[in-house]
């Protein structure tokens, strides 16, 4: 069975620094590229950031370059969004997904709540 | 950045009915398009992928249709566990980017 599960999340002071986890199962991780996609409290969603199978090449939103960086160890099966310079506006849950060809993430974890306040 | 633009924002339908849920895109995404449905306090499911793709175990009543800039998706005759909010997503450019949503809500 395919599963991730996040993890790393909670309150973080603004300007303050966090890293989540999200670790892979029942699949082959160094095959499929992941992403990290966000949602505020009652909002939509908001992708984040995306990883090759590699971890060659990233992406990121414009709303996080600069401030986050996305990585992986595939010999761990675990993905990272490690998050600096923390906002209010980072306040969410934030999931990791797994994508299949062409578009669709088709495996999400369960999320973890980030909640920037001091 | 590619914009999608969901309608309506809220649908009110009752069982059995057909759902017609709408995506524009800003621009040509070719058939980089999927259709999520999401559940108080759970993750998104992904229900589509590339235009009409139903992913693993999704019910045959869900279907994807469209091409370039406008997509639909189809629900032939809702079923009380349908009743969630559904997003479309491109893959077509960086960023990825979803729509606003639908909320699809019992009548």
């Known amino acids: 069975e395919v599963q991730l599960l996040e993890s790393g999340g909670g309150l973080a002071q603004p300007g303050g620094s966090l890293r989540l986890s999200c670790a892979a199962s029942?699949?082959?991780?160094?095959?499929?590229?992941m992403s990290w996609v966000r949602q505020a409290p009652g909002k939509g969603l908001e992708w984040v950031s995306a990883i090759t199978g590699s971890g060659d090449s990233t992406y990121y939103a414009d709303s996080v370059k600069g401030r986050f960086t996305i990585s992986r160890d595939n010999s761990k099966n675990t993905l990272y969004l490690q998050m600096n310079s923390l906002r209010a506006e980072d306040t969410a849950v934030y999931y990791c997904a797994k994508r299949i060809a062409g578009a669709g993430l088709d495996c999400w974890g369960q999320g973890t709540l980030v909640t920037v306040s001091s | 950045e590619i914009v999608l633009t969901q309608s309506p924002a809220t649908l009110s339908l009752s069982p059995g009915e057909r759902a017609t849920l709408s995506c524009r895109a800003s621009q040509s995404v070719s058939s980089y398009l999927a259709w999520y449905q999401q559940k108080p306090g759970q993750a998104p499911r992904l229900l589509i992928y590339?235009?009409?793709n139903r992913a693993t175990g999704i019910p045959a009543r869900f279907s994807g249709s469209g091409s370039g800039t406008d997509f639909t998706l189809t629900i032939s005759s809702l079923e009380p566990e349908d009743f969630a909010v559904y997003y479309c997503q491109q893959r077509s450019n960086w960023p990825i980017t979803f729509g606003q949503g639908t909320r699809l809500e019992i009548k």
């Open positions: 590339d235009v009409f």
């Open positions: 029942g699949f082959t991780f160094s095959s499929y590229a």
